[in-house]
């Protein structure tokens, strides 16, 4: 069997290194979702142009390539990126458009009659955004970004091809050291699992939270508006959630399987 | 930056080949996720513990862990049990293997779907069990199900390059090797082009089938 010295000196470093992806990765993946989601709504054509291109072109690209272009091709552009780096950017970017179509969705899901309302309260855009928009597209966005965070998770094993030491990196090394194939992948199958079980679950409480009542909105959005908002909140539910999948994605389509059925 | 067009023509025969691998792996691929996946959705549904529970936890493991480490323990662990497989072939099974957890989802929901009138109907009319399915259930349940199951063919061509590191030549694999052995980068993003290419237009196609048959 594996010694437990492997597991110190290489899969626990692996761990790190693959919660550190994940976290940058997830982290520029929500600033792209939150600019281009906001970006494809906008009222000038040609913002919504640069963000729909934006959006087909990285739904379309497969993560992998994406890395292997902007790990090896991109140096002869003038532009070295460290294979972490490398690996962090070419995934937010992917899964940030992903994340885009949540964003885009449940803010067009949100009821017009909302927004009508904030117009006559003489609202200006960005004010009907922030205090009416967001906080009742939230808890519709929770849960398919739940889904997406665990998609990111399984992408960060790709990191490990562009000579990324995450916990695939660790796992291919060990098996190439020791020949124990079966005890390193089904570990490292298992360490996975965990994970996303860990992310889930913590997730869950963001989601009860979220779904809870518009008091306790992350955003803490105005006093009027919270409890306008509150009434059409809950009837709202599945039947909305259908137009904020992200498609093509596992990970959006996961939650809108249910949506769109 | 330099470009350079004739490293592009040098690449032409071996990119489709590898167009050729890919469209291969994710044909057949997808045949596997689409059969197996009703099996997963119906065995779900069973009322009998034993054959549900173990297809969920299977299921859900599966899910929840990377397609890439399932390709190595595929082809570095199952020869370990006597079944070697070609690194296409074990690309293949674990692409159909992996989506057949998501499509199982798809079905799922789709079934969950059709109205619960629709069930009372068909015991009203007495109709057998296997008939009730076949007659009444499916064919209502298929409609629901063609867009998001054509989502994921389209999310399996952009997952398809990972059976490169296992050694299958697909695009990525060929576009990897000619890279390495000519110093150049125009093969790589050559095949990054192709893949929005494809999938784009694919993309339109599903938004058309959704609106056609999802009203």
């Known amino acids: 069997m594996m010694s437990s010295e492997f597991f110190t000196t290489w899969f626990l470093p692996g761990i790190w290194v693959t919660v550190q992806v994940t976290v940058y990765a997830a982290a520029l993946g929500a600033a792209v979702s939150f600019a281009i989601g906001l970006a494809r709504g906008s009222r000038y054509w040609i913002v919504r142009f640069v963000a729909g291109i934006y959006f087909e072109v990285f739904r379309g690209m497969s993560a992998l390539v994406l890395m292997f272009w902007m790990f090896f091709a991109l140096p002869l552009f003038g532009w070295q990126l460290v294979p972490m780096w490398a690996g962090v950017s070419a995934l937010g970017l992917t899964y940030g458009a992903y994340g885009s179509e949540i964003v885009r969705g449940s803010l067009a899901a949100v009821a017009p009659a909302q927004k009508e309302a904030g117009v006559a309260l003489n609202f200006t855009r960005l004010q009907r955004l922030r205090l009416i928009e967001l906080p009742q597209a939230w808890p519709e966005m929770v849960p398919p970004f739940n889904n997406l965070l665990i998609e990111l998770l399984k992408g960060t094993a790709l990191v490990s091809v562009i000579t990324v030491a995450d916990m695939t990196f660790a796992g291919n090394l060990v098996r190439l050291g020791t020949n124990e194939t079966t005890p390193v992948y089904t570990l490292l199958l298992v360490l996975y699992f965990v994970l996303a079980f860990l992310i889930t679950r913590g997730m869950r409480l963001l989601e009860r939270r979220a779904k809870a009542g518009v008091g306790q909105l992350p955003e803490k959005p105005g006093g009027t508006t919270r409890t306008a908002g509150g009434t059409t909140r809950t009837s709202g539910g599945s039947t909305r959630t259908s137009d904020a999948r992200g498609e093509h994605l596992p990970a959006g389509s996961r939650s809108a399987a249910g949506g769109t059925a | ?215």
């Open chain 2, 1 to 215: 930056m330099n470009w350079d067009w004739n490293v592009v023509d040098d690449f032409m025969p071996r990119f489709w080949d590898g167009v050729l691998v890919t469209l291969q792996a994710l044909a057949v691929g997808t045949l596997i996720a689409f059969a197996l996946g009703l099996v997963w959705a119906l065995a779900q549904r069973s009322g009998r513990v034993w054959v549900r529970w173990p297809v969920v936890a299977v299921t859900e493991f599966i899910r929840n862990t990377p397609l890439l480490v399932q390709l190595f323990f595929l082809f570095y662990v199952v020869p370990n049990f006597g079944l070697s497989m070609s690194p296409l072939t074990t690309g293949i099974v674990g692409l159909g293997l992996h989506y057949s957890t998501y499509t199982a989802e798809v079905y799922r929901a789709g079934i969950d779907g059709v109205p619960a009138g629709q069930w009372e109907a068909a015991t009203a009319l007495s109709l057998s069990k296997g008939r009730t399915w076949r007659v009444v259930i499916l064919p209502q349940a298929i409609r629901r199900v063609v867009p998001p199951l054509g989502n994921y063919v389209i999310a399996m061509l952009k997952d398809s390059p990972m059976i490169a590191t296992i050694g299958a030549f697909d695009m990525l694999g060929e576009a990897q090797t000619f890279s390495n052995e000519t110093f150049t980068t125009e093969a790589l993003t050559v095949v990054g082009v192709a893949f929005v290419v494809i999938a784009y237009p694919a993309s339109l196609l599903i938004r058309a089938l959704e609106r056609r048959l999802v009203r």
